[in-house]
């Protein structure tokens, strides 16, 4: 059974930091595209952070600069580094993990937690 577990969410001042991390099990990590993404109140859930299995990252245009994402293939985690955050980064966060197969893409979501830039 597929398990995706985020903790490190809270309530942080614009221009804080925060770091999420995803703890998953159930799936042979190492071979998984791991994503962040979010979703706002009355939005669309959207990217915000994806690895490949080989190390390559994509980050949405709005978070270029400001947020990291790192795997530990050894710890079966993902990690995003959230600095310089702003109130429009406000959201719950979601921890995704995907893999192609023959049959499409695999994708299994955590149950999120909850990020709150505010002053």
């Known amino acids: 059974q597929v398990q995706l577990v985020e903790a490190g969410g809270g309530l942080v001042q614009p221009g804080g930091s925060l770091r999420l991390s995803c703890a998953a099990s159930g799936i042979n990590f190492r071979n998984y595209t791991m994503g962040w993404y979010r979703q706002a109140p009355g939005k669309q859930r959207e990217l915000v952070a994806t690895?490949?299995?080989?190390?390559?990252?994509n980050y949405a245009d709005s978070v270029k600069g400001r947020f990291t994402i790192s795997r530990d293939n050894a710890k079966n985690t993902v990690n995003l580094q959230m600095n310089s955050l702003k109130p429009e980064d406000t959201a719950v966060y979601y921890c995704?993990?995907?893999?192609?197969?023959?049959?499409?893409?695999?994708?299994?979501w955590g149950q999120g937690t909850q990020v709150t830039v505010s002053s």
């Open positions: 995704n993990a995907r893999i192609q197969t023959m049959r499409g893409p695999d994708t299994d």
């Open positions: 690895i490949t299995s080989g190390g390559t990252t």
